[in-house]
Nanobody, 126 residues
Framework: QVQLVESGGGSVQAGGSLRLSCAAS????????MGWFRQAPGKERELVAS????????TYVDSVKGRFTISQDNAKRTLYLQMNSLKPEDTAMYYC???????????????????WGQGTQVTVSS
């Protein structure tokens, strides 16, 4: 059974940094798209960053480019999201997601991802 467990959320002041982690288990971890989504109250869930297993083709939503970095450690089967220069508008619940995929294009809609973690809250105060 596929399991994704996020950690690393918390409360920081604007300009601060956090690193989210997502530990994966229950599948081969090859040929998968991995994504970080976020959802703020009253807003739709949005894809923040995605990557293909092996570290290929990282992509970012425009609002986090230059501030967030997605990466993974295949040996540890862990996905990361390094978040720097955090802004109050980054406040949201952050979710890790995965889907087996044949191409490196991972900027998929949330409905196309099959597996989800429970989420970790990120709160940025001004």
């Amino acid at each position: 059974q596929v399991q994704l467990v996020e950690s690393g959320g918390g409360s920081v002041q604007a300009g601060g940094s956090l690193r989210l982690s997502c530990a994966a288990s229950g599948y081969t971890y090859n040929n998968y798209c991995m994504g970080w989504f976020r959802q703020a109250p009253g807003k739709e869930r949005e894809l923040v960053a995605s990557i293909y297993t092996g570290g290929r083709n990282p992509t970012y939503v425009d609002s986090v480019k230059g501030r967030f970095t997605i990466s993974q450690d295949n040996a540890k089967r862990t996905l990361y999201l390094q978040m720097n220069s955090l802004k109050p508008e980054d406040t949201a619940m952050y979710y890790c997601a995965a889907v087996r995929h044949s191409s490196w294009y991972c900027s998929l809609a949330s409905g196309e991802y099959d597996y989800w973690g429970q989420g970790t809250q990120v709160t940025v105060s001004s």
